[in-house]
Each structure stands twice: as C-alpha cells, then as structure tokens.
C-alpha cells in the first residue's frame, strides 16, 4: 500500500535494467507523467518548495525539464525558459559547453531570454552527475540573471551532482533519492 506522495511518485517511476547500456539502471520518468496523480504529486512538491520565492522564470533543460518547468512556471504565475541542444533555438543564442564521461556536450538559450536580476530556478527530471545542470546554472548566469535553485524529481546520491551544483553555491531540491543498490 502506498502511504506518501513520495512513495506514490516512486511506485510510477519505471526502472529500465541495462538501458542504455549493460550495468545501467535507468529510472524512467514517463511512466510517472502519464498518470495524472503521480503529475499532480510532482508538480504540487515543486510548487510547495518555491511557492514564496520571488522567482521571475522556469528555465527547463531539454527534454524532460520541458515538462515539469512548463508545469511549475505555469502554477507559479512566472515565464518559461527552454534551454536546448544546439541548434534548435531560432533567434540568437549564447552556449555552454560541458563535460561528460566521454568527450563534451553543449547547451544554448537564447540570448535576451533573461536579464540582469531576473531570478531563476533551473529545472529537470533528474539529477547524476551534475554536469548538465551545472551548465545549465551557468549559462542562466552568464546572461546575467541570479539562479535561484535547481530542482529535480530524481536525484541519484552516489554520483553526487549535487556536490557540483552546491559548490557552485545554488540550492538543490529533489523530490526522490536513489542509492542505486
């Protein structure tokens, strides 16, 4: 029996043994969207967690950040901020580029999306190592905005992104904590 909104959000995240490799456990966020209580349980813990702060955008990471940002931005009375892969973004935009295990990746936002002392929280499903967020953070602030938070629905602790981000000196809030035992 399910007793919490945590462990009802958690009975829907879908666990994808050796995907997308072998030895990797992929927790599957789309199986928790779909269904309808599960969505209003993630999105209400967000809202909860930012519903006093004076925030002036959502800024989502592609893809899955698209879906909880749009959500949060919406309930809060705030704008929403898409921050993609290149090349996908019409207008202008300034890039950051990150680390991964294997070689680098790259996100962009368009350049007027934000300005000095807009506050912003940057949003995705989940949080690993914590580069992409990172990244993220720092490209809301080379534009010249605060970064409020980040926020995630999963955190996976062993591969301590939070570290990254906190040592950045920007706040994490996660809804789900993953040991990945």
């Known amino acids: 029996m399910v007793t919490t909104d945590l462990d009802y959000v958690r009975e829907h995240v879908r666990q994808v043994p050796d995907f997308p490799k072998p030895g990797i456990l992929f927790l599957d966020i789309t199986t928790a969207v779909k269904d309808n209580v599960a969505m209003e349980k993630m999105i209400n813990f967000l809202y909860e967690?930012?519903?006093?702060?004076?925030?002036?955008?959502?800024?989502?990471?592609?893809?899955?950040?698209?879906?909880?940002?749009?959500?949060?931005?919406?309930?809060?009375?705030?704008?929403?901020?898409?921050?993609?892969?290149?090349?996908?973004?019409?207008?202008?935009?300034?890039?950051?580029?990150?680390?991964?295990?294997?070689?680098?990746?790259?996100?962009?936002?368009?350049?007027?999306?934000?300005?000095?002392?807009?506050?912003?929280?940057?949003i995705d499903d989940l949080l690993a190592t914590g580069g992409t967020a990172a990244a993220a953070c720092n490209l809301v602030?080379?534009?010249?905005?605060?970064?409020?938070?980040?926020?995630?629905?999963?955190e996976l602790d062993p591969l301590k992104g939070r570290e990254k981000i906190e040592a950045g000196g920007v706040k994490v809030v996660s809804m789900l904590h993953y040991d990945l035992d």
Do not use: C
């Not at 930012?50 to 705030?78: P, T, W």
């Open 141 to 154: 602030r080379k534009a010249g905005a605060e970064v409020v938070s980040t926020a995630f629905i999963i």
């Open 49 to 122: 967690q930012f519903k006093d702060e004076k925030v002036d955008y959502i800024a989502g990471i592609e893809s899955r950040g698209f879906i909880f940002g749009a959500a949060l931005a919406y309930k809060l009375g705030v704008g929403f901020i898409p921050i993609r892969k290149p090349n996908k973004l019409p207008a202008k935009t300034i890039k950051e580029s990150y680390s991964l295990e294997y070689g680098t990746d790259t996100i962009e936002m368009h350049e007027d999306a934000v300005k000095a002392g807009d506050r912003v929280i940057v």
